[in-house]
């Protein structure tokens, strides 16, 4: 098949943040200094910095190295051009997620900090609206002899919505899932995949993909990073659990008493969530780590939302408590609106589509690598 080539994928690859890659003069410094290129393996970064200095567009989105890297900033800090080669990995992560996206947004979200903020701005509005909508014209209805959180916002409704709201996510992941196989699993770069292949790694989401264990490949100083971000991951994982899946037992009138599970567990999610986002912000604003030295708009969107709906969390118990009806209803409206944000601009869209997308490219890794080697074998 004919190589097209796309001259201006430099320029489009720049929106995403990756803005230096044609300073880059292929020494391949950056791949041999890179913990998670193996012999006779992945070649990147500077294979795929390559693949965009000759406008190889499709060459980039068959591959799965842009999800090999886990962005220690190892090859930006030893690079002789600055071309930040991590930052470039990470532009093109962002750049495929976009290309696999269904409803269209994050390629907007990326591009625009214009198109982010009316996103975050509808986003976090529209729940508050409806919250509004229901106590006017629906079963909702605001008592204020006393804190009735589930007559100002019924827990029925609530989770319905949150149950449709999960399906669509759920629905725009799978969609972008199917888009992602399509571009790396086609029949030139993964010549020869049998069905078995599929079945025999589908071990690997789990055992590489959910596991993150790559990253400690990338040095001794990168582990305590690994932590916080497993630390971040449970913390978000446990709150999307409560929140989708148990929000009866989550959102009650009834106070229930310190031991209960019902308030540990969202406390220590609550907690996880503060401290990994607190440190990301503060990374982000000294710049001392090389991975924090270039933030594009999107990196900010991520840390803020998960820390507001964490600390608008801790204020509605605060007002529940203290029995104090007004602050509770408003603040929960709020907390509505930056949950909605932190979900609708991050999972299948944002930086949260890496949770997805990573862990499937780690499998279509295994089973390209799975095929060729029996191919290998047999000639
Ligand atoms: S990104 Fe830098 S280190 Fe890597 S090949 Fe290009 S010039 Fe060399
Ligand atoms: S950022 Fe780290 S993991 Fe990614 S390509 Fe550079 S050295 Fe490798």
Not at 40 to 53: M, N, S, V, W
Not at 106 to 123: E, F
Not at 358 to 368: C, E, G, I, S
Request: with cysteine.
């Amino acid at each position: 098949m004919a190589i097209k080539i796309q001259p201006n994928l430099l320029g489009e690859i720049e929106e995403y943040g990756a803005v230096n890659a044609s300073a880059c003069f292929n020494c391949g410094n950056c791949t041999a200094i890179c913990g998670l290129v193996e012999e006779g393996g992945a070649q990147f970064p500077r294979k795929i910095i390559r693949y965009l200095q000759l406008g190889l567009k499709e060459k980039v989105l068959e591959s799965t190295e842009p999800w090999m890297c886990y962005y220690c900033g190892e090859c930006s800090a030893t690079c002789p051009r600055d071309a930040n080669p991590g930052e470039i990995m990470m532009g093109v992560r962002r750049y495929a997620t976009a290309q696999y996206d269904v409803t269209g947004l994050s390629k907007h979200y990326y591009k625009s900090h214009k198109a982010s903020l009316i996103g975050i701005l509808t986003w976090f509005v529209l729940p508050i609206i409806f919250l509004i909508g229901l106590n006017l014209f629906g079963s909702a209805e605001i008592v204020t002899e006393r804190v009735e959180l589930n007559s100002f916002a019924p827990v029925e409704t609530i989770n319905t919505t949150a149950h449709i709201y999960a399906l669509l996510i759920g629905a725009s992941m799978i969609g972008g899932m199917y888009k992602m196989w399509r571009m790396i699993m086609n029949k030139e770069s993964a010549p020869g995949v049998k069905i078995s292949d599929y079945v025999s790694e589908f071990k690997t989401i789990f055992t590489k993909g959910a596991t993150v264990k790559r990253w400690l490949d990338c040095g001794e100083e990168h582990k305590f990073r690994w932590l916080k971000h497993y630390i971040l991951v449970l913390s978000y994982g446990t709150m999307f659990l409560l929140v989708v899946g148990f929000l009866k037992w989550f959102q009650t009138d009834e106070i229930y008493s310190i031991t209960h599970p019902q308030r540990w567990i969202g406390y220590l999610a609550t907690i996880g969530l503060i401290i990994t986002t607190l440190d990301i912000i503060r990374g982000r604003m000294k710049k001392e780590a090389e991975i924090h030295k270039h933030s594009h708009h999107t990196d900010w969107v991520f840390p803020i939302s998960i820390l507001l709906v964490a600390i608008t969390g801790i204020l509605i118990n605060i007002f529940r408590y203290s029995g104090l009806p007004w602050p509770t209803y408003i603040i929960y409206a709020i907390h509505l609106g930056v949950t909605a944000v932190m979900l609708s601009t991050e999972v299948g869209v944002g930086k949260w589509a890496h949770v997805f997308y990573r862990p499937m490219a780690l499998y279509f890794d295994a089973v390209k690598r799975k095929a060729a080697n029996r191919i290998a074998a047999d000639e």
